[in-house]
């Protein structure tokens, strides 16, 4: 293993990691009115987007965290769409 994937691992692994915290938060407190719509389309494709360009080049410090990073939003997602019916 390179430097530069070292390096690139270390930051995915950063900025997947501070979603915990908000992901916790909002499973706690069932509480997403904080995330608009248009947030979730926006970030949900740019992150689906670069999971596959890590596909195409191959690119594991780009595809794991992504990755990780999606199943996150989605769960998020899945929270807002439940407390939506619920209202």
Do not use: C, E
Not at 30 to 57: P, R
Not at 60 to 70: D, G, M, Q, Y
């Amino acid at each position: 293993m390179n430097t530069a994937m070292l390096i690139g691992l270390l930051a995915g692994s950063m900025t997947t990691a501070a979603w915990l915290p908000q992901v916790v938060k909002a499973f706690r407190t069932k509480s997403t009115q904080d995330f608009s719509w248009s947030w979730f389309a926006m970030f949900g494709f740019g992150v689906a987007f670069w999971l596959v360009y890590g596909f195409a080049i191959s690119a594991v410090a780009v595809i794991l965290p992504n990755a990780l990073t999606f199943l996150l939003v989605l769960s998020l997602f899945t929270l807002k769409v439940r407390h939506v019916r619920t209202l």
